[in-house]
């Protein structure tokens, strides 16, 4: 899972580059400095995607930072649904409203899938087992 996880994110964050303009109508409008957003997220996206992979003493770590991506990514999902833009494929409204629902599950996975979440129980080891008499 983490796996594919990483390599969404890797296909979406070079997507930020190719297609900028569509990527740039998911930005709420209240939110300032819309292009360099794009660009930022998508840099952010190919770079947690590359860190799921690369990184596997740091995955754990890679797993929160993800997660906090995806809750700062949030309200551009919600405006994709409530402006109904038709970006990345969601062109009715049942697809974009689903893609908000799925939002947090996928959290959970990204968590999960790294081992942040619930916290990796340790094996015991030979130095940690408890010893019997």
Do not use: C, K
Not at 23 to 42: D, F, K, N, Q, S
Not at 83 to 112: C, F, K, N, S
Not at 122 to 133: D, F, H, K, M, Y
């Amino acid at each position: 899972m983490r796996v594919l996880l990483a390599l969404v994110l890797i296909v979406a964050g070079v997507g930020h580059f190719l297609a900028h303009d569509a990527y740039l109508r998911l930005i709420p409008p209240w939110l300032p400095a819309g292009p360099t957003i794009v660009w930022v997220t998508g840099v952010a996206e190919i770079v947690l995607g590359v860190g799921l992979l690369a990184l596997p003493r740091r995955r754990r770590a890679v797993g929160w930072a993800l997660a906090a991506f995806l809750v700062l990514v949030f309200p551009g999902n919600v405006h994709q649904a409530v402006a109904g833009i038709d970006v990345g494929g969601l062109d009715t409204p049942v697809a974009r409203w689903v893609r908000v629902l799925l939002q947090p599950p996928l959290i959970a996975v990204a968590l999960w899938s790294t081992g942040a979440w619930p916290p990796a129980r340790r094996r015991p080891t030979a130095r940690t087992a408890p010893r019997s008499r």
